[in-house]
């Protein structure tokens, strides 16, 4: 796993659940394993959140990075969505369309 820039949350936390999987880590322990995923600045943010909920289950952890880092920057998935245009083949269209699609289940 890489750590975790700020870029493209969405994807980032897609490919965590593929690695969590395939190990099959606890749902206890998920927000511990992320943490150490997350470059220094993305770690205060972390911290930052994490201190000011009592609880902080994965589910919350998932709506909370997402909501943050998708909606900081100027070029969130609904803008990437509406502006995708065919530059290139059909396939590759296609294939930019699903991965924008397979994103829209963990958008808050």
Known sequence: MRKFDGKDPVNWILKLDQY???HE???LQKIHITSSYLELDKL???KGTCSCKPLVTWSIFMV?????YEHTKRNTFFSQLR??????????HIEDFQK?????NYIP
Request: with cysteine; glycine share 0%; hydrophobic share 50%.
């Open 25 to 27: 880590v606890k749902l």
């Open 44 to 46: 205060l943010w972390y």
């Open 83 to 92: 502006n995708l245009k065919q530059k290139c083949s059909m396939v590759d």
């Open 64 to 68: 909370e990075m997402i909501a943050y």
């Open 20 to 22: 969590f999987d395939l």
């Open 100 to 104: 924008l699609n397979i994103r829209e």
